[in-house]
């Protein structure tokens, strides 16, 4: 394999890397979230907040000239996990 190419590889190696550290972080505050939620007798699931979680991610894909709708997905997907979870 070309050197270059392996090179490049272990770069995106290493952002997976970081994309899973910083998933497992947010899974950690969204349970101390839900514990504080439960102790305080706060529904779980918060529409208005996953409204406008969307909408500064839609806002922060556009900045970054990423598909909003893939960003949105995505997002879909962790906050339905987290939510719900």
């Known amino acids: ?6 090179t490049l590889r272990l770069k995106i190696d ?7 550290n ?3 972080k947010r899974i950690k505050l969204v ?7 439960k102790q305080k007798n706060i529904p ?4 208005k ?8 991610l839609k806002k922060l894909a556009k900045e970054k000239k990423l598909n909003e709708t893939f960003i ?9 996990y987290n939510g719900r979870s």
Do not use: W
Request: hydrophobic share 35%; charged share 45%; net charge positive.
């Open 31 to 37: 349970n101390e979230i839900q514990e504080y939620k």
């Open 72 to 80: 949105k997905n995505i997002f879909k997907l962790i906050v339905g």
């Open 44 to 47: 779980k699931i918060d529409k």
């Open 14 to 20: 290493e952002v997976d890397f970081k994309i899973i």
């Open 22 to 24: 910083l998933f497992c």
């Open 1 to 6: 394999m070309d050197k270059n190419l392996r």
């Open 49 to 56: 907040r996953e409204k406008e979680i969307y909408q500064r």
